[in-house]
């Protein structure tokens, strides 16, 4: 009976990540897993579909100036429906069917540090 | 004449039956070839998929095997066996090093066993005759190729040669090599199969009607 108690204020003052109870989503193993086959493991649009065939450019999350323009909820809109919401290529895949939400906002924590920006508000 | 009639009748399922013993006794016997040959320490063949994470995905070494029965056509699978060419264009799991080759190949008395053994691993959630393979498949082709990103990951036959991605397996050849009904399974079901996989789930986004005219169009591929 102690333990449990014991294992139940460790949780709520230390937070369920630290007891293993519940892990944040990691956005860079998630990017690799996912979204590096086209816009590389650096995340310069560079990945391995990117042969003389694709029709268009993935997005180069490093272009500072470029990721300035988008807002946290741009990126987060493409990544769960996909390039046509914003008028881009569907090779942009939607992927909010295979993604829950904390996968999606720890993605877009992950782009974020891939540009060094915060992106416009909104 | 009615005599005649039951021992054809009686003749014909011992013939049967003779089939299906002989059938499963080879896939007895493959399955000890398999698991004699070190073919587990890559290929799981016990459904149904345990992966929950990423992590889980990534420590597999090789596809899982455990519907191959109704993944594959069992005369490609044969051939295959004999002679193994790179099906996926970069490693398995990997999104940067190139496949390598070099997968073990049967003997010629290994083959058959072996094919049959892994075509009787099949999954129920594979229903036969769902799909209906034409010579074309058009409504099929423009989502593959226009609507949704399938030809961004994988290869596929043009008149040139091929086009496509190199991250996912290349579907060149998948007329012969998949079974169309497993396609669609694998579309509708991704869950049941691969539960963690770098394709996105297509499920809620294309409809039943569109699966089928994907799972038809990849039938056609050469």
């Known amino acids: 009976m102690s333990r449990f108690f014991l294992m139940g204020l460790l949780t709520l003052i230390l937070g369920p990540t630290a007891t293993g109870v519940a892990q944040a989503a990691d956005g860079e193993k998630l990017f690799q897993f996912y979204c590096a086959q086209c816009h590389g493991t650096e995340g310069k649009g560079d990945g391995p579909n990117v042969t003389g065939d694709f029709p268009v450019d993935p997005r180069n999350f490093t272009e500072t100036a470029e990721m300035n323009k988008l807002s946290d909820a741009d990126i987060r809109n493409v990544i769960i429906d996909g390039g046509p919401i914003a008028d881009k290529s569907p090779m942009m895949p939607p992927w909010g069917k295979t993604l829950n939400d904390d996968e999606v906002e720890a993605l877009v924590r992950h782009l974020r540090q891939l540009c060094n920006c915060t992106g416009k508000a909104g | 004449m009615k005599t005649l009639a039951s021992t054809f009748l009686g003749l014909m399922l011992v013939a049967m039956a003779t089939v299906v013993a002989i059938a499963r006794a080879d896939a007895a016997a493959g399955k000890e070839v398999f698991q004699g040959s070190d073919c587990q320490s890559c290929h799981y063949t016990q459904g149904p998929a345990t992966e929950k994470s990423i992590d889980d995905q990534l420590a597999k070494k090789g596809p899982e095997l455990w519907y191959a029965g109704s993944k594959f056509q069992g005369p490609w699978l044969q051939a295959w066996l004999q002679d193994p060419q790179p099906i996926r264009p970069m490693k398995f799991n990997s999104v940067m090093e190139p496949n390598p080759g070099g997968h073990p ?19 129920d959630a594979v ?3 769902t799909v209906k393979v034409k010579k074309k498949n058009l409504k099929g082709r423009l989502i593959f190729i226009k609507k949704m990103p399938c030809s961004g990951c994988h290869q596929f036959p043009t008149k040139k040669k091929f086009s496509g991605g190199l991250s996912g397996p290349s579907l060149v050849g998948a007329g012969q090599r998949l079974n169309p009904d497993w396609v669609l399974a694998y579309l509708q079901q991704p869950k049941v199969f691969k539960p963690v996989k770098m394709m996105p789930v297509f499920v809620g986004l294309l409809s039943d009607k569109d699966m089928k005219n994907v799972a038809a169009h990849v039938a056609t591929f050469k």
């Open chain 2, 105 to 123: 190949a049967l003997s010629a008395d290994q083959v058959g066993p072996v094919t049959d053994y892994l075509m009787s691993l099949t999954s």
């Open chain 2, 127 to 129: 229903k036969a005759g």
